[in-house]
């Protein structure tokens, strides 16, 4: 079965962290980008990071570099977020991405209040 499952979600305070942990299935993962989005209430879908397929070049959003880290084990086929010092405004659905097959997860909600 060709899917995404995220997990690692939750609730932390302010400057805390969290990691995300998404497993993929019936595709091949070393071959595929593969993307985190969030998404808030009332906000549309954005791009949080990437990660290339082959050679692990990462992108991040400007509102979360220097704080999240992407990054990917071919072995075990799953793709990672590491979130680091957490804000309020992190607060959204965490969405799993592999763009070239237009396969999503089912999120993962993280929500950062004190």
């Known amino acids: 079965q060709v899917q995404l499952v995220e997990s690692g979600g939750g609730l932390v305070q302010p400057g805390g962290s969290l990691r995300l942990s998404c497993a993929a299935s019936?595709?091949?993962?070393?071959?595929?980008?593969m993307r985190w989005y969030r998404q808030a209430p009332g906000k549309e879908r954005e791009l949080v990071a990437h990660i290339g397929a082959i050679s692990n070049i990462r992108s991040y959003a400007d509102s979360v570099k220097g704080r999240f880290t992407i990054s990917r084990d071919n072995a075990e086929n799953t793709v990672g977020l590491q979130m680091d010092s957490l804000k309020p405004e992190d607060t959204a659905v965490y969405f799993c991405?592999?763009?070239?097959?237009?396969?999503w997860g089912q999120g993962t909600q993280v929500t950062v209040s004190s």
């Open positions: 991405n592999a763009p070239t097959l237009k396969l």
């Open positions: 019936g595709f091949t993962f070393y071959n595929s980008n």
